[in-house]
C-alpha cells in the first residue's frame, strides 16, 4: 500500500478509534447493534424454542402453578429467551473491543504497539475485559441448567442448589475484581476504586473478607430480585432497559478506560437486546426470558453497580426489582408469624410478587408494567439527580 494511503488508512482508525472510545459512542453503538440482533433473529430464535421437545411425557413449555389462573393461558409459551439477551449481548461486547483492538493497531501502525499504548500487561487487560461478560455468562448458563431441568419434566433445580450457585458466582466476582485490583499495573488507566493493596499491607484482612461478603450479597441479592419480578409479560426486560441507560448517565464521569466503562458498555448491549426482546415479550408474550436471562441481567445490575460504585444509587435504578423481592420475602415472614401466632397463616398480599396481587386486584398485565414501568423510571430519574449532585455516596469507593 501507498505510504500516502496508509497515512489516510491511520488518520481514519484513530478518528474512529476516538469515537468508540467515547463515553456515550461505544455503548450507544453496541446498544443498537443488539437491538438490531435482536430484532432479527429474536423470531427464529422463538421457531427453535417452540418445536423444542424435550418432555415426552407432555407440553415441555408449562406454566408455573403459583401464577393466577389468567396465566393458564400462557400454556406452551416458550421460555429461554434468555439465550437470545445475552448471546447478542456477549457477541457485540466482543465485536466492539475487537474493533476498538484493530483499530487501535492500525492508528498506530509500527510506531506503537497496543500493550506498550496502554502501559499494562496483556494478560491483565485480558481479564478486565473478560470479567464482566464472563460473570454474566455463567448466570446464564445456571439459569439455563435450571430452565432446561423444568423444560424437561425434571422440575427445576433445588431452591438450595441454585442459591449456592449464585452465591459462589457471586463471591468468584467480586473476589476476582479484587484479584485485579490488587494486581493492577495500568499506569494510564485508573482501575483503583479501593485501596485494597495498601489495606492488606496494613493487615486490612478482615475488612476485604467483609468487603467480599457484602458485595456477594449485593449480586446474589439482584440476581433474585430480576428474577423475581419476571412473571408478567415484559416488565423485566422493559426495567432492564431503563436500567441500562441509568448506568450510562451515572458513569458519565468515569475516564475512558476505566473497568466501570466496560460494564456500561455491557450493560448497554444487555439494555439493546432487552429492548429488541420486547417485541417478542410483551403482551401477549411470544417467549419468556426464563432463569436464563433473569438470573443473568440480575448478576449485571449487581456487577454494574459495583464496577460504576453504584451500590447506593441500586434502589432507586432497580427499584421495582426490590419492591418485588421484597414483598415475596414480606408475604413469606407474615404467613410464618400469623401461622405461629394464630395457628393460621395470612397472607399480607393476594399473591406474591407484587405484580400478581395487582392482577388479582383486577389489574390487566399490560396496566402492571406500564405503572411500574413509570414508577421506576420517576426512581430513576430521582436517584440519579442525587447521584450527580453527590448526595448518594459513591461506593464502593
Not at 422463538?46 to 408455573?64: A, F, H, I
Not at 403482551?283 to 447506593?312: E, Q, R
Request: net charge positive; with cysteine; hydrophobic share 55%.
Amino acid at each position: 500500500m501507498p505510504a500516502s494511503n496508509a497515512g489516510q488508512l491511520s488518520d481514519v482508525a484513530q478518528v474512529a478509534l476516538r469515537w468508540l472510545g467515547n463515553i456515550y459512542i461505544g455503548p450507544l453503538a453496541v446498544f443498537f447493534c443488539t437491538l438490531i440482533l435482536m430484532l432479527v433473529f429474536g423470531g427464529p430464535l422463538v421457531g427453535w424454542l417452540r418445536r423444542k421437545r424435550w418432555r415426552k411425557d407432555s407440553e415441555t413449555w408449562t406454566v408455573r402453578e403459583d401464577t393466577p389462573d389468567t396465566h393458564q393461558a400462557k400454556q406452551g409459551t416458550p421460555s429461554m429467551g434468555g439465550i437470545g439477551i445475552v448471546g447478542s449481548a456477549i457477541f457485540a461486547f466482543l465485536a466492539l473491543v475487537t474493533a476498538v483492538f484493530s483499530l487501535f493497531q492500525v492508528g498506530f501502525g509500527q510506531r506503537q504497539s497496543l500493550a506498550a499504548a496502554m502501559t499494562t500487561s496483556w494478560p491483565h487487560l485480558t481479564a478486565s475485559l473478560a470479567l464482566v461478560p464472563l460473570t454474566v455468562g455463567l448466570f446464564a448458563l445456571l439459569g439455563f441448567a435450571d430452565d432446561w431441568s423444568k423444560a424437561s419434566g425434571r422440575g427445576g433445580l433445588r431452591a438450595r442448589a441454585k442459591f449456592l450457585g449464585q452465591v459462589a458466582l457471586a463471591v468468584g466476582f467480586v473476589g476476582a475484581w479484587l484479584v485485579l485490583i490488587v494486581t493492577q499495573s495500568f499506569q494510564g488507566v485508573r482501575f483503583v476504586f479501593i485501596d485494597v493493596a495498601g489495606a492488606l499491607r496494613a493487615g486490612g484482612t478482615p475488612q476485604l473478607l467483609l468487603l467480599l461478603i457484602v458485595l456477594s450479597l449485593v449480586v446474589v441479592a439482584t440476581s433474585n430480585a430480576v428474577n423475581l419480578t419476571d412473571g408478567i409479560d415484559g416488565l423485566a426486560a422493559g426495567l432492564a432497559v431503563q436500567v441500562g441507560f441509568a448506568f450510562l448517565l451515572c458513569g458519565s464521569y468515569i475516564a475512558p478506560g476505566e473497568i466501570g466503562l466496560i460494564s456500561t458498555i455491557f450493560w448497554m448491549a444487555l439494555g439493546g437486546a432487552c429492548l429488541g426482546f420486547l417485541n417478542f415479550n410483551r403482551y401477549p408474550a411470544k417467549v419468556f426470558m426464563g432463569d436464563t436471562g433473569s438470573l443473568a441481567i440480575g448478576a449485571a445490575l449487581g456487577v454494574g453497580a459495583i464496577l460504576n460504585k453504584a451500590v447506593f444509587l441500586l434502589p432507586f435504578i432497580g427499584f421495582i426489582y426490590f419492591v418485588e423481592m421484597l414483598s415475596v420475602v414480606a408475604q413469606v415472614l407474615w404467613f410464618k408469624w400469623t401461622r405461629r401466632t394464630s395457628g393460621e397463616g395470612k397472607r399480607l398480599l393476594r399473591r406474591a410478587p407484587l405484580h400478581h396481587h395487582f392482577e388479582l386486584a383486577g389489574w390487566s398485565e399490560w396496566r402492571v408494567v406500564l405503572t411500574f414501568w413509570a414508577v421506576n423510571a420517576a426512581t430513576t430519574l430521582l436517584g440519579l439527580m442525587l447521584w450527580n449532585n453527590e448526595l448518594l455516596p459513591h461506593w464502593p469507593n
